[in-house]
């Protein structure tokens, strides 16, 4: 009896991971998390589907090994995306800091995506209860967007109410680390001395966000914007691999 609940548990979030992945690879761009959503359905619909043949085939030899490293690697996974879930929470502030990093995401032709809009309405929210905070939009031209991030960020921020005045483009950044580098050296040149900021990127990004900006020099507190619930799988599968990788070369 339990191992048929089992299966069948299996099968059915099988099924939601393999409609959540085609789901996002359809209406956004395609990305590791969205392929990592898929193969991960499609294990688990197959040990829900094959579940007795599936048991028969690793029940001894150099397969038992293999079955047993990837339930290791299974695992692995779900404890990074606890972990990551509990970092989620962002930072306390006295929004008296001195300027706010946006963080770029995809932008759909000259769109934002909805990751990157969520990104944006907080800054909105932090740039109106701080109105003196200097606000540094970071995110260069990526594959299928044809303006840069910082450009589509600007776009929004000002029909959403922010004067053009406030806002300085950063435009050069392809990865996190980047973002904070030459953020980083626009602040330094503006300031010329002590200053304060906060950065804005999604909630399931503040725990590696937070580590790269202080491996780049710039220490800042994080704020995170909320994560669209057919995201939530695909983002959480990426960005637990990413912070792997920010581990083992600390970028």
């Not at 996190?176 to 050296?185: A, D, G, H, Q, V």
Request: glycine share 8%.
């Amino acid at each position: 009896m339990g191992k048929g609940i089992l299966a069948k548990a299996s099968l059915a979030a099988g099924i939601l991971l393999l409609l959540d992945g085609l789901y996002v690879a359809i209406t956004t761009n395609l990305n590791m998390g969205t392929a990592l959503t898929l193969a991960a359905g499609a294990l688990l619909t197959a040990c829900g589907i094959w579940r007795e043949k599936i048991a028969a085939l690793t029940a001894k030899g150099f397969i038992r090994i293999v079955k047993y490293a990837v339930l290791a690697g299974v695992l692995f996974l779900l404890g990074m995306i606890l972990f990551l879930a509990a970092a989620a929470r962002g930072d306390s502030m006295d929004y008296k800091e001195d300027a706010v990093i946006v963080l770029g995401a995809a932008v759909h032709g000259d769109q934002a995506s909805r990751t990157l809009s969520h990104r944006l309405d907080q800054a909105v929210q932090y740039a109106e209860k701080n109105p003196r905070a200097m606000i540094v939009v970071s995110g260069g031209r990526g594959p299928q967007e044809e303006v840069t991030e910082a450009s589509a960020m600007e776009r929004y921020l000002m029909d959403k109410g922010i004067s053009k005045q406030r806002i300085v483009k950063e435009e050069r950044a392809t990865s996190t680390y980047e973002n904070f580098k030459f953020s980083r050296e626009i602040l330094d040149k503006h300031f010329k001395g002590a200053y304060t900021c906060v950065f804005v990127t999604s909630d399931f990004h503040l725990y590696r966000a937070r580590s790269i900006g202080a491996a780049a020099g710039l220490e800042a507190k994080g704020l995170g914007a909320k994560t669209d619930w057919y995201n939530l799988p695909p983002s959480y599968l990426r960005e637990s691999l990413a912070v792997v990788k920010f581990w083992m070369i600390k970028r």
